[in-house]
């Protein structure tokens, strides 16, 4: 009878053993998958917002704004072009800014990332904060640039608006991250003196 529980509790301490390294190995880890489950949750409530009609109409009138202000600052740079909609026009160029041209998914992108890593709320707010100005500002240069290679050098301006810029804005996004991770930790070290 001895020989018989000898086994069993054999069998109790591997259990034990193997849930005792499955805990110590996703204490290790646990971070990580909890940055990874509440940035996927985010970018899937992204996806799914876009396929509404009630964020469309919202998305529409963002880029009727786009549009607006960078005429505004197309015809401050000297350029006599007008805006119908969502297109800037003039004799020589005309351009449409549609889905994809307003930069919502690099900036939800860089702040589902900032929103998903452990930070004060404080710092997650800041961060936010200046990722969506440095984005949003980064979208009506693309704008303007596009508007002005689309007058002054046509044949560049597929690439510039189809993969230049998207690379721009994602590697922007990625280093406005990296930068906002090291700013929020440096001020979470406790600073010796």
């Not at 940055?35 to 917002?49: E, I, T």
């Not at 589902?112 to 969506?132: E, Q, W």
């Amino acid at each position: 009878m001895s020989s018989s529980q000898k086994p069993k509790n054999h069998l109790n301490d591997t259990g034990t053993s193997l849930k005792a390294r499955w805990r110590s190995w996703y204490a290790g880890k646990s971070p990580v998958f909890q940055f990874g489950l509440k940035f996927g949750a985010l970018m899937v409530l992204l996806y799914a917002l876009l396929a509404t009609t009630f964020f469309d109409r919202l998305l529409y009138s963002y880029l009727e704004a786009n549009a607006w202000i960078a005429n505004f600052i197309l015809n401050g740079l000297g350029q006599h072009s007008h805006v119908t909609e969502v297109t800037i026009s003039s004799p020589q160029f005309n351009m449409a800014i549609r889905r994809g041209c307003d930069a919502v998914e690099p900036t939800w992108l860089f702040c589902a990332a900032v929103v998903s890593f452990p930070a004060t709320l404080r710092h997650k707010l800041l961060g936010v904060l200046a990722g969506i100005v440095v984005l949003q500002v980064l979208n009506l240069a693309r704008i303007v640039t596009l508007y002005w290679i689309g007058i002054h050098l046509p044949g560049l301006f597929n690439s510039a608006h189809l993969e230049i810029w998207p690379t721009l804005f994602i590697l922007t996004a990625i280093l406005l991250f990296i930068a906002w991770r090291g700013w929020s930790s440096d001020q979470e070290a406790p600073h010796v003196a």
